[in-house]
């Protein structure tokens, strides 16, 4: 895909990351990468402006000639960047937790040791930290249900979702399901990490997504990633091998706070990193290969809801009281500005995961006029007997709804094996001075455990995921909820008959059909009593697919407009 003799400069000043393109591997890369004979045959940091990993440089001493001349073709897909090859480097080394060098590549060798070798070790199980510029990404056989459970151990996360790459979309076959928007999406040139309803049949290990029904799947960024997979599918000549099935899937456990996977230093990696990998696959290229990938899903009017962005972070509350009505306007703002609506709008804000920080606002439902704010009502909220640690260990927000209802009496039955049951209760009893919490996740989290879907989790979300995943079409619960005079909305008759759910599953399906409707209801008496037609949907437990695609459809069959995020950094898919 070269450039035409008439291209413009590329300037260097068009991107901030020291890298030409925030883009997966192109074709015209992929081409060199994979044809025998090439200067770039199986090496590993083949790029070019049009895509990841490729440098914009003024300097090329440390190139070969040939590179250099590519570098100073304005008619080059390589010009004004510091194009490599295997003559010159950089060059990949496969090393223990010691240091001790497993494979190193030479420089003008033919293929990749380094990579031939960390593929042997994946194949029989291994753990390797895989060096992708600005941090360190761990992998394995994702087919391999012991090198999973190895690696969740050594990792001490025991449900949290793992990530696995496929090198395309055919590979995912009788696994996932997958619509030709989902298609589009996991070859946008960012490579995002898609969540995909996963098939009765799937043959992957459930320990990939503990308790979940969906799977969050990924295609290739960047040379290295492909020349795994070409490897593994046995070097074929040209980029045929890509429209065809691979048998090989692999987990890729990003870099995250607290697992030590986010450092780039080779030293201090293998420090952090030295008892859960079996070795690193390591490299002197200082450049961004193309960095942590966003999460979405896709909803069934084919528009993309963002779970995680890691290239343009949301904006975020500080933490002071203040700050809530600011952070969710400016959330708010922005989907108006998407959506170039410049009306005023009831906001429907659901709030984050877990009970939050009881200062800064929850669900609620706020006015929003040219930059004015009105809080319209709020959930009845839930008091918070240790605030600091709720969000691990839920069942203390269970043991208060039980209060709550009049049943404060369960809490040391249900209860038992949980350290400080006694005093929880306690307080839930004579403290009148606990803060509260008005988020839905707190609520969630509550009838999560009251459900039996745990005591404790390590992530705020975990939870809920487990209750998203065993939600079905259900009918809601007549006069499941109850609304105030000063317009508080409260679920207690909803949570009083889930006491009485014959299983987890006909519970949660109860729960959001119960929920979609009382928020759907409050939602739309406020506005019409407002004169508002146009309703905004913010937070962050719209993240549930049921309850967000439930209350879009009950406010839409009200005649009401609903906004809610379609695209983001993104902006169309490949």
């Known amino acids: 895909m ?55 440089q003024d300097s090329h001493k440390a190139s070969c000639a040939a590179c250099r001349a590519e570098a100073a073709n304005p008619a080059d897909r390589h010009f004004q960047t510091d194009p490599r090859c295997a003559q010159c480097g950089p060059l990949l080394d ?40 600005s941090g360190f990404e761990l992998c394995c056989d994702a087919r391999n249900p012991v090198a ?30 997958l619509t030709d928007t989902e298609i589009h999406w996991l070859n946008a040139p960012l490579r995002p990490i898609v969540q995909l309803e996963r098939l009765p049949g799937s043959w992957l290990p459930h320990t990939l997504a503990p308790g979940l029904a969906t799977l969050r799947v990924m295609l ?13 599918a046995g070097s074929p000549a040209g980029t045929g091998w890509l429209d065809k099935p691979q048998e090989m899937l692999l987990v890729m456990h990003g870099a995250r706070s607290g697992d030590g996977a986010g450092h780039a230093d080779n030293v201090l990696a293998r420090e952090q990193l030295g008892r859960i990998a079996d070795a690193f696959l390591l490299h002197d290229w200082p450049y961004p290969l193309l960095g942590a990938a966003d999460e979405l ?29 600011a952070a969710t306007a400016a959330e708010i703002d922005l989907i108006l500005r998407e959506h170039r609506h410049y009306g005023p709008v009831l906001g429907l804000v659901l709030g984050s995961y877990g009970a939050g920080n009881p200062d800064l606002g929850g669900t609620q439902l706020l006015r929003m006029d040219h930059g004015r704010i009105q809080s319209l009502g709020q959930l009845a909220g839930l008091p918070l007997a240790g605030a600091d640690v709720v969000e691990q260990e839920p069942w203390r927000l269970a043991a208060a709804l039980l209060h709550q209802l009049q049943l404060g009496a369960e809490i040391p ?26 988020q839905l996740g707190a ?15 390590r992530d705020a979300g975990e939870l809920l995921q487990k209750l998203e995943s065993l939600a079905e079409p259900s009918a809601a619960l007549t006069a499941g909820w109850h609304i105030d005079a000063g317009n508080t909305l409260d679920f207690r008759p909803l949570f009083t008959r889930l006491l009485a759910a014959q299983d987890a599953k006909t519970g949660s399906s109860l729960l959001h059909a119960t929920l979609a409707a009382g928020l759907s209801a409050w939602a739309a008496v406020t506005a019409r009593a407002e004169g508002l037609d146009t309703i905004v949907l913010a937070g962050q437990c719209w993240h549930d697919r049921h309850l967000e695609e439930a209350v879009i459809e009950h406010l839409r069959d009200a005649g009401f407009n609903v906004l809610y995020p379609h695209v983001s950094v993104y902006g169309q898919p490949a």
């Open 2 to 56: 070269a450039a035409p003799a008439n291209a413009a400069p590329y300037s260097p000043t068009t991107r901030n990351s020291g890298t030409a393109s925030a883009a997966a591997t192109c074709h015209a890369c992929l081409t060199e990468l994979c044809t025998p004979g090439s200067r770039r045959w199986q090496y590993p940091f083949t790029a070019c402006r049009d895509c990841a990993g490729a440098a914009v």
């Open 94 to 133: 496969l090393q223990l937790a010691n240091g001790a060098s497993i494979a190193c590549d030479r420089p003008g060798q033919n293929g990749s040791y380094a990579v031939a070798a960390t593929l042997a070790l994946l194949r029989n199980g291994g753990i390797v930290a895989i060096k992708d510029g």
């Open 148 to 177: 999973i459970a190895r690696l969740r151990e050594q990792l001490g996360v025991r449900n949290r979702p793992l990530a696995i790459m496929a090198a395309n979309s055919a590979s995912l076959a009788g696994e996932v399901q």
């Open 220 to 232: 290739p960024q960047h040379a290295l990633h492909y020349l795994l997979f070409h490897l593994a």
């Open 297 to 325: 899903r896709i909803r069934r009017d084919g528009s993309t809801h963002y779970l995680r962005s890691n290239t343009s972070p949301p904006p975020a509350a500080t933490q002071t009281p203040t700050a809530a009505p």
């Open 413 to 438: 039955q249900r209860f038992a094996a949980a350290v400080g049951h006694e005093l929880v209760s306690i307080r839930l009893d004579r403290d009148q001075t606990l803060p509260h919490s008005h």
């Open 443 to 457: 609520l969630l989290d509550a009838v999560a455990v009251l459900l039996g879907l745990g005591l404790q989790q």
